[in-house]
Nanobody, 117 residues
Framework: QVQLVESGGGLVQPGGSLRLSCVAS????????MGWYRQAPGKQRELVAR???????NYADSVKGRFAISRDFAKNTVYLQMNSLKPEDTALYYC???????????WGKGSLVTVSS
């Protein structure tokens, strides 16, 4: 089992910045992917960004150039720096940990990001 604890969401004005953090604990396999997904009201959950333990990164097209994912492997922590936020970035952001060998997904409880003036 892997437990994920997120922090850093909140209310921000358009054009502002926020940083999300997620700490993983428990049975952490060395080969894994950590990342962020989001779900806006009435929409499906979608990938925002993810980074493998081999440091391969994927971003959704909608956030490229504005968001940056990073990991502190020693602390089992993943970060999402979100800049130039737009109202359409408003969503519940979920931290994800995937054990690559077994394909098991673990999810955080979600962190609400609201972009509004």
């Amino acid at each position: 089992q892997v437990q994920l604890v997120e922090s850093g969401g909140g209310l921000v004005q358009p054009g502002g910045s926020l940083r999300l953090s997620c700490v993983a604990s428990g049975s952490i396999s060395s080969i894994n992917t950590m990342g962020w997904y989001r779900q806006a009201p009435g929409k499906q959950r979608e990938l925002v960004a993810r980074m493998t333990s081999g440091r391969i990164i994927n971003y959704a097209d909608s956030v490229k150039g504005r968001f940056a994912i990073s990991r502190d492997f020693a602390k089992n922590t993943v970060y999402l720096q979100m800049n130039s936020l737009k109202p359409e970035d408003t969503a519940l952001y979920y931290c994800n940990f995937r054990t690559v060998v077994s394909g098991i997904d673990y999810w955080g409880k979600g962190s609400l990001v609201t972009v509004s003036s």
